[in-house]
């Protein structure tokens, strides 16, 4: 099965920046995508990338947050910039083992029918 591990959470202030990672092993997979969670709220993505290259946000972080797929390493980033209070939460790595015709779809789910998820990597962003 598809193992998936985040790492480079932290806290950081406002206007700071983040790199989120996560390494990937297992069966070949071929939709790799952020969630987030924070207390009280409902999962929502945050953004998604294909082994094509097709990839998407979601309207909040677009402009700001940066994914990319190193696929040789099998490794996930997430680079965040000009993070906001809002943006704290607890951010799951989640990978789809069948191509996803809509990532956007896949985003707003919120994840459902992902086929594994890692253990999540806490951000939070302070005044």
């Known amino acids: 099965q598809v193992q998936l591990l985040e790492s480079g959470g932290g806290s950081v202030q406002v206007g700071g920046s983040l790199t989120l990672s996560c390494s990937v092993s297992g069966p070949k997979y071929n939709s790799l995508a952020w969630f987030r969670q924070a207390p009280g709220k409902e999962r929502e993505g945050v953004a998604a990338?294909?082994?094509?290259?097709?990839?998407t946000y979601t309207d909040s972080v677009r402009g700001r947050f940066t994914i990319s797929l190193d696929i040789p390493k099998n490794t996930l980033k997430l680079q965040m910039t000009s993070l906001k209070p809002e943006d704290t939460a607890m951010y799951y790595c989640a990978a789809s083992i069948n191509r996803r015709p809509s990532l956007t779809g896949w985003l707003r789910t919120g994840g459902d029918n992902s086929d594994y998820w890692g253990q999540g990597t806490q951000v939070t962003v302070s005044s």
């Open positions: 990338i294909r082994t094509d290259g097709i990839l």
